[in-house]
């Protein structure tokens, strides 16, 4: 297999199946990022292995392209380049500290394993078997080398090697499994009162004019204006670049050809399906009865018998004299059904969400599309391609003017022909209506680089499909607000503040009291207050405010105490005295019995490894390059 591909790969095809694996794979160059004085082109060295410049692009690409993948436009503002770059660095020394930790201790990957993976991956699956175009497809549209993509397989499958045998070998004693099982499931049983802050509010009388000048005085960063500016711009769009390439019928018509592959009808089935749901919480009994009425109906199928059964309904996936095409099936179905033919019954067939039944009607073959049939697609793929060939290329050349012409972005303008825009003005945390939108923007523009330093900010991706550069226009300084526009707002943050204190100042009144025996109704009468008794509840109960629950089951166990065990939560409407009378051991129900062992033993799996790698990164030899 491997060879086959080595023979085959001439050239590149462009493909629109980049979103498969975009946030492992894709690459847009942003060398000049990594770019520094001297000819040095390595980065770091780890026991010998060097760590070249290159690879550092390469990698934060890739990490930067899954941070975009995972927030989209709302990346946060402490994910900055700099930050990104550095654990994409910190990924490849751990890397290499791995891959020579596992080959230390005997580890070994073949080719036979690399080409077994590879020909499995989903990704390059088309009618349930490898195909060789759309690998070459895939690799091709994110510039990924055939070379680089295996060795990143190889590298995976022999650091993987130590960490499965970790995770998989690690177990739960059955006295932890029962211990936190207790221990989750446990209840308490337990009387509150609450102290309403609304009833202390009113009591509060007026607040001198020395008491508002002095928290005004201490507090000053409160009430400052804070400053603003407005930024010029130049935006970077793919779907404005998209709009200006217009094809001709013969560029289309050699696009179509050169890529039949993108314009093949997948294998499509006709079927009938039976879908019996099966709830998240199931007993073992209520699981075989399911798979009996399953078994019952591929039974009553395959003796020609129509769909029907009772408690079961039909999916609304599978529509009758529908094609439906293989990838639209789930995983366990597409297994299946890949290799069935017209009158075959398929199943029991296990789904996450219960059983499935499948009767396959009648099969359609992949076919090749005529042109004419694939015109619209082929434009909209072939626009699609050259826009983000060209958004990469200009996003590169955006990046080294601006950085080349750091005090201007006129000649960035100029030279790529993209407008200057000017944002309205904005603070960091306003959120505006234009571009400043945007946190990563508006982090940008208050940064000492941009806005002491007067340069321009480097790429800043807004949107996956938008990328701008910017530099101040205008800048206002912070200013403080004056006393008499704030007075008020002081003396109800004082008089909140006094009357919170005495709330709490009562509920520990209470609760020292309450430790010393003392008989406290007077005090709670006086009050107005009323004691409120639950019944046994659980940690995760939804009947009492939950800072009530966390309280109680932070206290003592009254048993050990040989008392009440008593203590404070602040909730919504003030305080409360929280008092925990007893404690219920939680029950070790058999059914969760094998759920708690599986997640005790992957949780001891996770830190064995943890502390695996830890050991392997600290015996390596290290060093960064400055």
Not at 97 to 108: E, H, I
Not at 372 to 387: F, G, M, T
Not at 390 to 397: D, P, S
Request: without cysteine; proline residues 4%.
């Amino acid at each position: 297999m491997l060879q086959t591909i080595r023979d085959h790969t001439q050239g590149w095809i462009a493909g629109v199946i980049i979103s498969i694996i975009i946030l492992t794979f894709a690459l847009w160059g942003i060398h000049s990022y990594f770019e520094g004085g001297g000819n040095n082109n390595i980065v770091a060295v780890v026991n010998d292995n060097e760590i070249t410049k290159e690879q550092l692009a390469v990698s934060y690409e890739r990490l930067h392209k899954q941070i975009q993948y995972q927030y989209g436009a709302n990346i946060p503002a402490s994910l900055t380049d700099a930050q990104i770059k550095d654990r994409a660095l910190r990924s490849l020394i751990e890397t290499e500290a791995l891959k020579d930790s596992a080959v230390d201790q005997g580890f070994r990957v073949t080719d036979r394993q690399v080409d077994n993976f590879l020909q499995t991956m989903p990704e390059f699956q088309v009618n349930g078997g490898f195909s060789l175009e759309r690998f070459q497809t895939i690799l091709a549209s994110v510039y990924l080398s055939i070379s680089d993509f295996l060795n990143i397989i190889r590298a995976n499958l022999l650091i993987d090697q130590p960490k499965f045998g970790i995770a998989f070998s690690s177990f739960a004693l059955p006295n932890e499994t029962r211990g936190s099982m207790s221990l989750v499931n446990q209840e308490r049983e337990f009387d509150y009162l609450v102290i309403p802050l609304q009833n202390f509010l009113a009591k509060q009388g007026n607040i001198t004019q020395e008491k508002i000048q002095s928290y005004y005085d201490s507090h000053q960063k409160e009430f400052t204006q804070p400053e603003q500016v407005s930024v010029d711009y130049i935006e970077l769009n793919l779907n404005s670049l998209a709009a200006k390439i217009m094809p001709t019928d013969v560029m289309l018509k050699n696009f179509y050809q050169e890529n039949p592959g993108l314009f093949t009808a997948p294998q499509s089935f006709k079927v009938q399906d039976v879908f019996i749901p099966a709830p998240a919480t199931l007993s073992q009994a209520d699981a075989d009865k399911l798979v009996v009425q399953a078994e019952s109906t591929v039974k009553a199928l395959k003796s020609g018998s129509e769909l029907n059964n009772g408690n079961a309904k039909q999916s609304s996936l599978f529509k009758p004299n529908t094609w439906i095409p293989l990838n639209e099936f789930s995983e366990e179905v597409r297994k299946e059904i890949a290799t069935a033919k017209p009158n075959d019954v398929l199943g029991p067939i296990k789904t996450p969400e219960g059983l499935q039944v499948i009767k396959v009607v009648e099969i359609r073959n992949p076919e090749v599309l005529s042109f004419e049939v694939s015109k619209a697609r082929a434009k909209e793929l072939y626009i699609r391609q050259h826009a983000e060939e060209k958004f990469a290329e200009l996003r590169e050349r955006l990046a080294d003017l601006t950085y080349e012409h750091p005090d201007s972005l006129q000649f960035a303008s100029e030279t790529l022909n993209l407008p200057i825009q000017t944002s309205e003005v904005f603070n960091l945390e306003k959120v505006g209506k234009d571009i400043s939108q945007h946190k990563k923007v508006r982090t940008a523009a208050f940064a000492n680089d941009v806005l002491n330093l007067q340069n321009n900010s480097d790429v800043i991706s807004v949107t996956p499909e938008t990328f701008v550069v910017l530099r101040i226009k205008t800048h206002k300084p912070a200013t403080m607000m004056q006393l008499p526009s704030v007075a008020a707002q002081i003396t109800q943050r004082i008089q909140l503040k006094q009357a919170e204190n005495e709330v709490q100042s009562l509920a520990e009144n209470i609760v020292t009291n309450l430790k010393n025996g003392k008989d406290i109704n007077a005090v709670v009468k006086s009050n107005q207050l009323n004691w409120n008794q639950s019944t046994f509840l659980g940690r995760y109960a939804n009947k009492v405010d939950s800072a009530l629950l966390d309280t109680a089951f932070r206290l003592p166990d009254p048993a050990l105490l040989k008392r009440t065990s008593y203590g404070i939560a602040k909730v919504p409407q003030g305080y409360a005295v929280v008092a925990v009378k007893s404690v219920r051991v939680g029950a070790s129900d058999s059914k969760e019995y094998n759920v708690f062992a599986e997640q005790i033993q992957n949780s001891d799996g996770v830190i064995e490894y943890e502390l695996y790698k830890s050991v392997q990164l600290n015996n390596a030899k290290i060093k960064v390059m400055a």
